[in-house]
């Protein structure tokens, strides 16, 4: 079939041109008179500009041509044009332009200042700004900020634009923009955040917080995304301008007052920097506990959290939602847990961790922990709550805080709650939708439960005298240690499919004799009359091997690896030494030879005796070759899984697999790994053999 085009258009397209041929961008550029949309309705203009057109990018440097292509970014078209091409087109193109980094399109927007002033005339808008006009904004703004950062930076704090991003932080791509004008510019560069310390930034946008904004809900999520920003972004032992301010003591009041105005915006809000600013706190303990002593006074954020404890501990109680009912599959919520509580428990979480002894004190006084657990037990199909509050008990174990393990254990009642799970889960009778035939399941925490009750006996092995806090209950969960929990433990810890088994050698002997081949290797499928592999019940699979119509077998074994032991890279040098070895059915390989030869291939499958430490027999391996240079087949015939040979009969490939193997599109014989973890508790390769069809 012929080509369509003329053989110019395919190589222009990588931009290379014979015998001076012109592009057709070349040809209007080369008229009078013509247009800039000219240029832009045509296709290859976004190409010829990352080819570095010469001509094109003259033009679109000139101001008169830089001034309209920043028009049609920042400015909505009139009404009448709204129907046509341009208000997606030509604006979309505008900003692709610049977006193909050309320097000297770059330096004519600074060379005069008229151009960035037009460009930034953008924010002057009153809120809400167009959204596409504040995408293609932002595209604009992030080359300038990739390739001219200084530069920027210095005109936008001349010209004390700061104010203007803070103004319309209710557009996700403006408050993008700010932050990496501000301190991540998405290049991994430390920059000087001084100029915005000095712009009062965070005093700005903590204003947005304010109620008064509880309506316009993305200027107050928004807002509080960058000051959370300005935290994470600076590690913990390292000091920053803008995490200072933000910790001040004027700064944390404004906050908390906002956080208990009555507004649950706000409140949801101000609770995300308060457990980001608890959490860089608790994280710097941390890394000065191992070099330096602590310093004994609180800081700030600590000091303001201790002083509003009530509050924020009645958010779990009497959260601002109340009044909500929420309808589930799996019942009704009333109230639903609410993002006001998670956030409470999150809080509460890095708060334990922070380790203070005040603090921890005053927790277990507001009985914090029980209210907790309430919500642990009352929620159960809430994942996210149970890992928070999972967290929150292994904290409290591993603390020296005996006032927070009596909470736990003693106002808690923590041993009677899991007694009263475990009955509730025994005898609950729940189903499933009525599509399904399965029975009931398990309640959505038990399996952190599970985790915890595993946690806690752990320590009361080593901690006596937090295990007296059980008092008359201890003997009850001894019995639920040894009994129920023992139980699920070993559920958790066995093996998927089992170990795999081990053959002495009349096993081998017998397995040969009815099944025709080598006996299976690490618990895969057992050879049946025909040679055709069926899986077995101990199998880890995925799918089975399945019969259609026509009698054609196919298999969907998992794969399945261990990354600890790189067990495929073994096993796939285990099926070359297979192979050299003359494992039966393969090359190299005579059914009809001794015996030696055949016990010394098998060694080589089942990494026996005399082999090295990967597994490897040499005088197997001798003997192969030697079979192999006297004139033995090289091409390997494929062998059904686990070697099985005919129903009743000798070794060789199943008929499945002769059929197969005569076919125009032959199947493909690949081994199939899995690791099956030993009687000694490390893992072996094993391998399997199963046919697939090729594409």
């Not at 509880?214 to 920053?240: F, H, I, M, Y």
């Not at 009994?483 to 998927?496: I, P, Q």
């Not at 101990?538 to 794969?559: H, K, V």
């Not at 391996?621 to 015939?637: D, M, R």
Request: include cysteine.
């Amino acid at each position: 079939m012929a080509m369509q085009g003329s053989p110019a258009s395919f190589w222009t397209a990588f931009g290379v041109r014979f015998g001076g041929a012109q592009s057709a961008i070349d040809e209007i550029l080369e008229r009078d008179n013509f247009t800039l949309e000219e240029l832009l309705d045509h296709d290859e203009i976004i190409q010829e500009c990352k080819y570095l057109n010469s001509s094109l990018i003259d033009y679109l440097s000139r101001p008169e041509t830089l001034e309209k292509l920043i028009k049609y970014i920042i400015l909505k078209p009139p009404e009448e044009l709204r129907d046509s091409k341009e208000p997606t087109k030509y604006p979309y193109l505008a900003s692709e332009l610049f977006a193909c980094e050309v320097v000297s399109m770059l330096e004519a927007l600074f060379e005069q200042p008229k151009h960035l002033k037009l460009l930034f005339s953008f924010l002057d808008q009153k809120p809400p700004l167009d959204p596409s006009c504040a995408g293609y904004f932002r595209k604009v703004v992030v080359v300038l900020i990739q390739r001219k950062y200084e530069q920027l930076v210095h005109y936008i704090h001349e010209n004390k634009l700061i104010q203007k991003f803070v103004d319309h932080i209710g557009l996700y791509s403006i408050m993008e923009l700010l932050i990496m004008i501000g301190w991540d510019d998405g290049l991994g560069q430390v920059n000087d955040v001084k100029w915005l310390y000095d712009e009062k930034l965070i005093p700005r946008l903590v204003t947005k917080l304010d109620p008064t904004y509880e309506k316009e809900e993305e200027v107050q999520v928004n807002a509080a995304r960058a000051l959370v920003d300005v935290v994470v972004k600076c590690p913990p032992a390292q000091t920053s301008l803008l995490v200072s301010h933000l910790q001040s003591a004027p700064i944390l009041e404004r906050i908390f007052r906002y956080m208990f105005s009555g507004s649950r915006s706000s409140l949801t809000n101000c609770l995300s920097i308060i457990i980001v600013l608890v959490q860089r706190d608790a994280n710097r303990r941390s890394e000065l506990q191992q070099d330096e002593h602590l310093d004994a006074a609180l800081p700030p954020i600590i000091e303001q959290v201790l002083k509003h404890l009530p509050q924020l501990a009645s958010l779990l109680t009497k959260p601002p939602d109340a009044q909500r009912v929420l309808l589930t599959q799996y019942g009704q919520l009333n109230p639903p847990l609410g993002e006001t509580r998670m956030k409470a428990v999150e809080l509460f979480l890095v708060l334990f961790r922070s380790n203070y002894g005040d603090v921890n004190q005053k927790l277990a006084e507001l009985k914090v922990v029980p209210s907790i657990l309430d919500l642990f037990f009352q929620y159960e199909w809430n994942n996210m709550l149970h890992g928070l509050v999972e967290s929150i008990i292994r904290t409290i174990l591993e603390s020296e805080s005996f006032a927070l393990k009596q909470s736990l254990f003693v106002d808690g009642k923590f041993v009677d709650r899991v007694l009263s799970a475990y009955k509730k889960n025994e005898g609950q009778a729940l189903t499933r939708p009525p599509s399904s035939k399965k029975g009931g399941f398990r309640i959505g925490y038990m399996g952190h439960l599970v985790r915890t009750c595993g946690a806690i006996a752990f320590i009361f092995n080593g901690d006596a005298k937090t295990k007296a806090l059980l008092g008359e209950q201890q003997k009850s969960w001894d019995d639920f240690v040894q009994g129920a929990l023992a139980k699920d433990n070993e559920s958790h810890n066995a093996m998927l499919g089992g170990a795999a088994p081990t053959f002495a050698p009349e096993d081998e002997d017998r397995f040969e004799a009815e099944a025709g081949g080598v006996p299976p290797v690490g618990g895969g499928p057992a050879p049946v009359a025909g040679g055709v592999a069926q899986p077995s019940k101990d199998d880890d699979l995925d799918d089975t091997t399945f019969d259609d119509d026509d009698g054609n077998y196919g298999s969907a074994y998992a794969l399945r690896t261990n990354d600890e032991d790189d067990a495929w890279s073994e096993s796939l040098g285990l099926s070359a030494r297979r192979n050299q070895a003359g494992a039966p059915g393969s090359a190299g390989h005579d059914d009809d030879d001794s015996s030696d030869d055949d016990d010394a291939s098998r060694k080589v499958l089942q990494h026996g005796s005399d082999e090295d430490e990967d597994g490897f027999d040499p005088r197997a391996a001798e003997a192969a070759k030697a079979k192999n240079s006297s004139g033995a087949s090289e091409k390997p015939i494929l062998q059904g899984p686990a070697g099985g040979g005919g129903g009743g009969g000798g070794g060789g490939p199943s008929p499945v697999v002769q059929a197969a193997a005569a076919a125009a599109a032959a199947p493909v014989a690949v081994p199939i790994v899995q690791s099956s973890p030993s009687s000694q508790g490390a893992s072996s390769p094993t391998e399997n053999w199963a046919v697939f069809d090729e594409p």
